[in-house]
């Protein structure tokens, strides 16, 4: 956990002050809404279909049991019960009143957790691997990047106001559980041949109307030259970024337009006047950053002990166990992933009471720290294994114990046509119904790992292009249709997802999605091949010859 100081305390003490006197003026009419807009957004508030909408930033994913607890209380106190966790590590509280916000912006504030920059056209929440930290996987913790470049562009006077809205995303795993190349930037920290630490740049990633996969354009930047070639990469877009244009605006068009090659030289030349300049990392400054994180005091544990040995006996437990926990870097110590999907509820949603019980276990079981991933999961990522047991009992009691994890019913979903004015259809109820069809857990092992991935607009806030399946709700005459795609994958290996054929109306997409799932398990060369790898070697036409022959 990143230790907050004092001026980060008295800065949003400030800025909660400062919006809730922009409140008042907007209660008052002192503001219409047009003018309370740009000014509501600076702080993460939209106005949705029904509501304001709060969304709140978790730095890197990373959250402290105190400020779970405190969100618990913010969606008693001033939403309905509950908070939506988003594939951009935030948390969204969708029914606040406005004359409360700036009470729950207050509140949240007190724990060091707000909403500055989960809008507008600036850099947003920077992302990465829930699991930083833990894994054995990693070269460093990618987190100490994260909060360099959050300290970085957080009220930047260059950057604040960019063509349009700016994501990076980092990993420093050798299996990307970021999704860094669909990011405007995406970061992979490794060592080069000298064992030094740098990263490999991407740009021009994203989704949404116009879906790109990232351009390396370096292979090693050295760790220290981080944030002098990070903003040489915002001023070339800046400057050459289209602002006529909202559709053409992201540095992705930009990249694609002038080609990586051209984009590359700019940057390169914008680096090279700068690169020396007071963006240089020194040690000094490194070190500082990572003294801010707090790890935790590991006790020397077996792998293996006999409290888990024996609760494995329990085939519950045992199936639990396969599914939701990981490899730790250190023995006697695992990773946890605790599914927010259980069959028949929204994807990512948790009530007030499962926030408090997962702050109330992590502190118990995991030294108080909760990791939030863009697969809409919630993540303990220090637990010893002899705690398992009581860990998952307690889960389970609270009903968060599903063993779900990558499974064909662990769908990630945006909130959609319920909530979202931007939305052309429903993706909630579409995700609820997909889970009931494979309900049936020993079903949904045998299928193994599928991700399927569902948005209600082009705006692909659930990533439907990089889903194994995606599903894109578009509006036809008035009503809600569905696009299907197959094959697309958000890891190392990121592609995007083909079109399997004409869209489906919204009764259809259940039963077509059972349909693409039985094609698969008779056309696998075996239980070993996975869905994207049965797609990879046949393509999309054997799944559209046979779904559309019954649709």
Same mark, same amino acid.
């Given at each position: 956990?990143?230790?907050?100081?004092?001026?980060?305390?008295?800065?949003?003490?400030?800025?909660?002050?400062?919006?809730?006197?922009?409140?008042?003026?907007?209660?008052?009419?002192?503001?219409?809404?047009? =003018?309370?807009?740009?000014?509501?957004?600076?702080?993460?508030?939209?106005?949705? &279909?029904?509501?304001?909408?709060?969304?709140?930033?978790?730095?890197?994913?990373?959250?402290?049991?105190?400020?779970?607890?405190?969100?618990?209380?913010?969606?008693?106190?001033?939403?309905?019960?509950?908070?939506?966790?988003?594939?951009?590590?935030?948390?969204?509280?969708?029914?606040?009143?406005?004359?409360?916000? +700036?009470?729950?912006?207050?509140?949240?504030?007190?724990?060091?957790?707000?909403?500055?920059?989960?809008?507008?056209?600036?850099?947003?929440?920077?992302?990465?691997?829930?699991?930083?930290?833990?894994?054995?996987? =990693?070269?460093?913790?990618?987190?100490?990047?994260?909060?360099?470049?959050?300290?970085?562009?957080?009220?930047?006077?260059?950057?604040?106001?960019?063509?349009?809205?700016?994501?990076?995303?980092?990993?420093?795993?050798?299996?990307?559980?970021?999704?860094?190349?669909?990011?405007?930037?995406?970061?992979?920290?490794?060592?080069?041949?000298?064992?030094?630490?740098?990263?490999?740049?991407?740009?021009?990633?994203?989704?949404?109307?116009?879906?790109?996969?990232?351009?390396?354009?370096?292979?090693?930047?050295?760790?220290?030259?981080?944030?002098?070639?990070?903003?040489?990469?915002?001023?070339?877009?800046?400057?050459?970024?289209?602002?006529?244009?909202?559709?053409?605006?992201?540095?992705?068009?930009?990249?694609?337009?002038?080609?990586?090659?051209?984009?590359?030289?700019?940057?390169?030349?914008?680096?090279?006047?700068?690169?020396?300049?007071?963006?240089?990392?020194?040690?000094?400054?490194?070190?500082?950053?990572?003294?801010?994180?707090?790890? *935790?005091?590991?006790?020397?544990?077996?792998?293996? +002990?006999?409290?888990?040995?024996?609760?494995?006996?329990?085939?519950?437990?045992?199936?639990?166990?396969?599914?939701?926990?990981?490899?730790?870097?250190?023995?006697?110590?695992?990773?946890?992933?605790?599914?927010?999907?259980?069959?028949?509820? *929204?994807?990512?949603?948790?009530?007030?009471?499962?926030?408090?019980?997962?702050?109330?276990?992590?502190?118990?079981?995991?030294?108080?720290?909760?990791?939030?991933?863009?697969?809409?999961?919630?993540? &303990?990522?220090?637990?010893?294994?002899?705690?398992?047991?009581?860990?998952?009992?307690?889960?389970?009691?609270?009903?968060?114990?599903?063993?779900?994890?990558?499974?064909?019913?662990?769908?990630?979903?945006?909130?959609?046509?319920?909530?979202?004015?931007?939305?052309?259809?429903?993706?909630?109820?579409?995700?609820?119904?997909?889970?009931?069809?494979?309900?049936?857990?020993?079903?949904?092992?045998?299928?193994?790992?599928?991700?399927?991935?569902?948005?209600?607009?082009?705006?692909?806030?659930?990533?439907?292009?990089?889903?194994?399946?995606?599903?894109?709700?578009?509006?036809?005459?008035?009503?809600?249709?569905?696009?299907?795609?197959?094959?697309?994958?958000?890891?190392?290996?990121?592609?995007?997802?083909?079109?399997?054929?004409?869209?489906?109306?919204?009764?259809?997409? *259940?039963?077509?999605?059972?349909?693409?799932?039985?094609?698969?398990? =008779?056309?696998?060369?075996?239980?070993?091949?996975?869905?994207?790898?049965?797609?990879?070697?046949?393509?999309?036409?054997?799944?559209?010859?046979?779904?559309?022959?019954?649709?």
């Amino acid at each position: 956990m990143y230790a907050y100081d004092e001026f980060d305390r008295a800065f949003l003490a400030e800025r909660v002050a400062e919006f809730r006197d922009q409140v008042g003026r907007r209660l008052s009419g002192a503001l219409s809404e047009d =003018e309370f807009k740009p000014l509501r957004l600076m702080n993460g508030v939209y106005l949705q &279909l029904h509501a304001y909408m709060l969304r709140i930033a978790i730095p890197y994913g990373t959250l402290s049991a105190d400020q779970l607890r405190r969100m618990a209380h913010v969606a008693r106190t001033y939403d309905r019960g509950y908070g939506h966790f988003t594939t951009r590590q935030n948390i969204q509280f969708n029914w606040i009143k406005l004359e409360e916000l +700036p009470e729950a912006m207050a509140s949240l504030a007190e724990v060091g957790v707000h909403g500055i920059q989960t809008s507008g056209n600036c850099i947003r929440n920077v992302t990465t691997d829930q699991w930083a930290a833990a894994t054995p996987e =990693e070269c460093d913790d990618p987190r100490i990047w994260a909060e360099i470049l959050r300290q970085y562009s957080t009220l930047h006077p260059e950057f604040t106001y960019l063509p349009r809205k700016f994501k990076i995303a980092i990993t420093a795993a050798g299996h990307d559980r970021a999704a860094i190349k669909v990011h405007d930037v995406g970061l992979r920290l490794h060592r080069n041949d000298a064992g030094e630490l740098g990263f490999e740049v991407l740009v021009g990633g994203g989704l949404g109307r116009t879906p790109f996969v990232g351009k390396s354009i370096r292979p090693f930047l050295p760790a220290r030259e981080l944030l002098s070639y990070i903003e040489a990469i915002m001023r070339v877009y800046n400057q050459y970024g289209r602002r006529d244009n909202i559709y053409k605006a992201r540095i992705k068009i930009l990249v694609h337009e002038i080609g990586a090659e051209e984009f590359s030289k700019a940057v390169e030349a914008e680096w090279a006047a700068i690169r020396d300049g007071a963006l240089h990392l020194s040690d000094e400054m490194i070190a500082d950053i990572r003294a801010r994180f707090i790890y *935790p005091a590991f006790a020397a544990l077996e792998n293996a +002990p006999a409290e888990l040995t024996e609760a494995l006996k329990d085939s519950r437990f045992a199936t639990w166990h396969r599914n939701s926990v990981q490899t730790h870097k250190v023995p006697g110590y695992s990773i946890v992933t605790i599914s927010l999907k259980p069959v028949g509820a *929204p994807p990512g949603d948790a009530t007030a009471d499962q926030m408090d019980v997962v702050a109330d276990l992590a502190e118990r079981y995991g030294f108080g720290e909760i990791r939030v991933g863009h697969e809409q999961n919630l993540c &303990l990522p220090h637990v010893a294994q002899k705690d398992l047991p009581a860990l998952w009992a307690a889960l389970d009691a609270a009903g968060l114990a599903t063993p779900n994890v990558n499974l064909v019913n662990d769908i990630i979903a945006c909130p959609g046509l319920d909530y979202c004015a931007l939305a052309n259809a429903r993706a909630i109820p579409v995700a609820q119904e997909i889970a009931k069809r494979f309900a049936d857990l020993d079903r949904a092992r045998g299928v193994g790992r599928l991700h399927i991935n569902i948005s209600g607009c082009i705006n692909a806030c659930g990533h439907h292009h990089v889903g194994h399946i995606g599903i894109l709700g578009v509006e036809k005459n008035g009503q809600e249709f569905y696009q299907i795609t197959l094959g697309g994958r958000a890891d190392e290996h990121a592609q995007l997802g083909t079109l399997l054929g004409p869209a489906v109306s919204y009764e259809q997409v *259940p039963g077509l999605i059972e349909d693409v799932v039985d094609t698969y398990l =008779e056309l696998r060369a075996g239980p070993q091949e996975l869905f994207i790898d049965t797609v990879a070697r046949l393509g999309v036409e054997p799944f559209k010859e046979r779904v559309y022959a019954s649709h």
